[in-house]
């Protein structure tokens, strides 16, 4: 299958637009001082920085003007994935760099950090503000034993206390780690307990949907359960008093406390810990659908200058931004966005409910706040497009110039919804990436066309292609997604697997020494980029192969669909079953009508071989606690595999959802 071709771009930056954008200056720049292809717009860049690979990052770490506290020998010294060894020699520290801009008197007083909750009263933290905390923090885990390499864990949801804690775990060296509290214990503990954290700071509670959920309870069995810690610290967000051997959060960081020996916090010495250049940052972990989590290290340089390339050239942000994503700390969009800090923007957290009171809340928020860039998934967009809701019209998103979207493919009625209900020249962003490098593989180019149901182009420095089974690039034909050189944000390894036996196996088993990441995408003839979905659990019919997400932007086009997941099982007699199951909207009823333009729909859009054997209805659709519908476990428990071996329970987001799946296997065998 190939991408269809649109006629004209839905959107295209315009001149003023194109000369303002921080990648055009930083073209010219590179192209007078390291041989940058001065003609050619992003095409040529973008060639330059996968052939240069070395020139390229070096001009990125000189244009953000990174501070190696002693130099690098060379930028790359081995290219062989895994084992790439970056900028080696170096020191620096990722804290550093991410409150900077407190350093600057005219702007130290101005809002580093904007939170809101479910209220929608927005509080601001001044960058003199949030430095000053870091430092308090920083000093009381120095004085905790905390060093370089050390593990400290936050059981925290989107609050500036989260920020502050992996900054100051970043500026002593630390490893930060951390989970939502929607998390439960055992899916937290199947985490933290591998990667052996010495201080937990955790909050009692959160608020989610106009209620209060209350976690002292779970606090109490993660400190049961991790025999490592050190120390606790409490973060009163119900506003309950510190459990017995907790530290209050108020004691160590709050303007006005003072230490033990009797200073005012915060006047300690704010000294950053320079670290090698690949030592560990923070780590995230996968889904773990199927068996514990990967836990993924990423290093502070590494992660320092993907973000820097990614936040101030491909997001286009800069000091007069306010970069608003709607994530929570479990997903490593959270940690993205805590990188906002690194280009002088102000970052807004937001902490509730994605549609409470009601659908259009993330974009209150983004008004109240006065988002630039406002990034959030494709099922919210989807949602509020189903739901009729109007947000151009109703909210006042005049400074919204870029709205960002991931998790999933945004489908192209996405793009047209938002086209048409937000604004008519609003730059939108499909981007896609992963946990696994904790940022875009392909995604937002400020410079280029739009063209609906298409990501703008492969990311600088990221040497996309697609590939055919036998590893031959293919254009404009569906291929696997690979990476042929190494990035900086590649991880460093696995937590707990010393032999890399596991991360090789992850990523680098089907084509050896090339980064495979698991997605069916299309690369355009023009270098725009079109996902299909993941290619582990691929719809392949008498040879054809499609992408989940084309069967979901097709069929939940119809209002009676709310969700879908679609399965293509192999048969042991050689036959293919394909079941599509259905959540209805309310009030909706699956009978042979709808049944009929289900089928239809997929016939007429998409291909008379990938029409299902069955269609079921389901009383919902299983999501991994990030959001992503659980395509293989599904799989696995329709070919017959207990729920305990087809899934790790505490990585899904209703559990009692996949018995279903379960029991129709039981009734089909």
């Known amino acids: 299958m190939t991408a269809s071709a649109s006629p004209a771009p839905l959107w295209a930056p315009d001149p003023g637009r194109i000369e303002a954008a921080a990648i055009t200056r930083f073209q010219a720049w590179a192209a007078d001082r390291y041989g940058a292809p001065a003609d050619g717009g992003y095409a040529a860049l973008h060639r330059w920085s996968v052939e240069e690979l070395e020139t390229f990052w070096r001009a990125v770490a000189d244009w ?33 760099h991410a409150l900077r801009t407190a350093e600057d008197p005219a702007r130290a007083q101005e809002p580093a950090l904007i939170h809101l909750d479910e209220k929608q009263r927005p509080a601001t933290i001044s960058w003199a503000e949030l430095r000053r905390q870091v430092t308090a923090l ?43 509290p929607d998390f439960g214990a055992r899916s937290v503990l199947d985490r933290f307990q591998q990667v052996e954290p010495v201080v937990l700071i955790a909050v009692d509670g959160y608020r989610y949907g106009g209620k209060e959920h209350d976690r002292t309870g779970t606090v109490a069995e993660l400190r049961r359960e991790l025999p490592t810690l050190r120390a606790v610290i409490h973060v009163p967000l119900l506003g309950t008093p510190a459990p017995e051997g907790a530290l209050p959060w108020a004691d160590l960081v709050d303007a006005g406390a003072t230490t033990a020996a009797g200073t005012r916090i915060g006047e300690a010495s704010d000294v950053f810990e320079h670290v090698p250049f690949d030592h560990p940052l923070w780590i995230l972990y996968s889904s773990g659908t199927t068996g514990l989590p990967k836990a993924i290290v990423q290093s502070q340089g590494g992660i320092l200058l993907e973000h820097y390339k990614q936040i101030g050239l491909h997001c286009d942000l800069g000091p007069e931004d306010r970069f608003f994503w709607y994530t929570s700390t479990g997903w490593m969009m959270w940690n993205f966005l805590v990188s906002g800090l690194l280009t002088g923007t102000t970052v807004v957290l937001y902490d509730g409910s994605p549609g409470h009171p009601a659908v259009d809340a993330q974009w209150a928020v983004a008004e109240r706040t006065g988002a630039t860039l406002f990034g959030t998934s494709a099922a919210y967009v989807m949602a ?45 962003a499909s981007v896609s990436g992963g946990t696994d490098v904790c940022s875009c593989f392909a995604g937002a180019v400020p410079t280029l066309p739009v063209h609906i149901g298409e990501l703008q182009a492969a990311c600088l420095g990221t040497d996309l292609q697609a590939w055919d089974a036998q590893g031959r690039p293919v254009v404009d034909e569906v291929g696997e997604l690979v990476v042929t050189n190494p990035m900086p944000s590649m991880p460093v390894r696995f937590w707990n ?37 993941r290619s582990d659990s691929t719809l392949n019919r008498q040879g054809v192969r499609m992408g989940s997400a084309d069967i979901y932007e097709a069929v939940e086009r119809l209002p009676e669909i709310r969700e879908s997941l679609v399965i293509g099982l192999e048969q042991p007699d050689g036959g293919y079953w394909m079941p599509l199951f259905v959540h ?27 029409v299902p054997d069955e269609i079921i209805e389901v009383p919902g659709i299983p999501h991994t606690l990030t ?13 017959g595999a207990a729920l305990d071996q087809a899934v790790s329970a505490g990585s899904v987001d209703n559990v009692e959802l996949l018995r279903f799946y379960e029991k129709l296997a039981r009734d089909r065998a």
């Not at 919204?400 to 730059?427: I, K, M, N, Q, Y």
Request: hydrophobic fraction near 35%.
């Open 64 to 96: 953000f003007d990174i501070r190696f506290a002693t130099p690098y020998e060379r930028v790359l010294a081995d290219r062989a994935m895994p084992g790439a060894r970056w900028f080696p020699g170096a020191t620096l520290n990722y804290a550093e």
């Open 138 to 180: 920083a000093a009381e885990l120095r004085r905790l034993g905390v060093r370089p390499g050390d593990r400290v864990s936050g059981y925290l949801p989107n609050i500036p206390q989260a920020v502050t804690a992996l900054l100051a775990t970043a500026a002593v060296g630390g490893v930060w780690t951390s989970c939502a």
């Open 384 to 428: 509020c497009r189903k739901a009729g809701a109007h947000p151009g019209r109703d909210h006042d998103l005049s400074r919204v110039r870029c709205v960002a979207t991931t998790g999933s493919p945004l489908p192209p009625d996405g793009f047209r919804w938002l086209h048409d209900e937000v604004a008519d020249d609003l730059w939108i």
């Open 497 to 533: 697997d010393p032999d890399d036996r596991r991360y090789r196996e992850s990523y680098f088993e089907t084509f050896p020494g090339v980064w495979r990441h698991g997605d069916w995408i299309t690369l355009t003839g023009r270098g725009s980029v079109v996902i299909h979905g």
């Open 584 to 610: 209805l909207a309310p009030d909706a009823v699956l009978d042979d009508t709808l049944r009929d333009r289900v089928k239809r729909t997929i016939r007429d859009r998409l291909s008379p071989r990938h």
């Open 627 to 639: 959001g992503k519908r659980i395509e293989v476990p599904v799989k696995r428990l329709l070919q």
